[in-house]
C-alpha cells in the first residue's frame, strides 16, 4: 500500500522562498504521476503543478516561473521548489502520487 508524506511547510516573509518535499513508499509504479495540490483557506484544492512518468511538467499560471517541481525516482521523492513567495501562496500543500493524497504541509507567506 503506497504512502505518502510531505514535509517542507512553514512560515516566510513575501519574497522568500521553501522547498517541499514528498516521500512515497510501498509499491510505487514507475508510471505514476506526480503531483502538487494546495488548498487556501475557505477554498476547493486546486492541482498546481504535475510531472509525469516521462518528466513532463505542467504548472498553473499563478505559479508558474517561480515554482518549479522535481523528482527523485530513486528515492520516491517529489519535490516543490517554490521561490518569490506571495501572501496568496499561503495554502496547505498537498501531493498526490499514484492517486495516494498525503497528509499536508502548511506554508504561511506574510507581507
Known amino acids: 500500500q503506497v504512502q505518502v508524506v510531505e514535509s517542507g511547510g512553514g512560515s516566510v516573509q513575501a519574497g522568500g522562498a521553501l522547498k517541499l518535499s514528498c516521500v512515497a513508499s510501498g509499491g510505487i509504479s514507475s508510471s505514476c504521476g506526480m503531483s502538487w495540490y494546495r488548498q487556501a483557506p475557505g477554498r476547493g484544492r486546486d492541482e498546481i503543478s504535475t510531472?509525469?512518468?516521462?518528466?513532463?511538467?505542467w504548472y498553473r499560471d499563478s505559479v508558474k516561473g517561480r515554482f518549479a517541481i522535481t523528482q527523485d525516482k530513486p528515492k520516491n521523492t517529489l519535490y516543490l521548489q517554490m521561490n518569490s513567495l506571495q501572501t496568496e501562496d499561503t495554502a496547505v500543500y498537498y501531493c498526490?502520487?499514484?492517486?495516494?493524497w498525503g497528509q499536508g504541509t502548511q506554508v504561511t507567506v506574510s507581507s
Open positions: 510531472v509525469s512518468s516521462l518528466g513532463t511538467t
Open positions: 498526490k502520487i499514484c492517486n495516494t
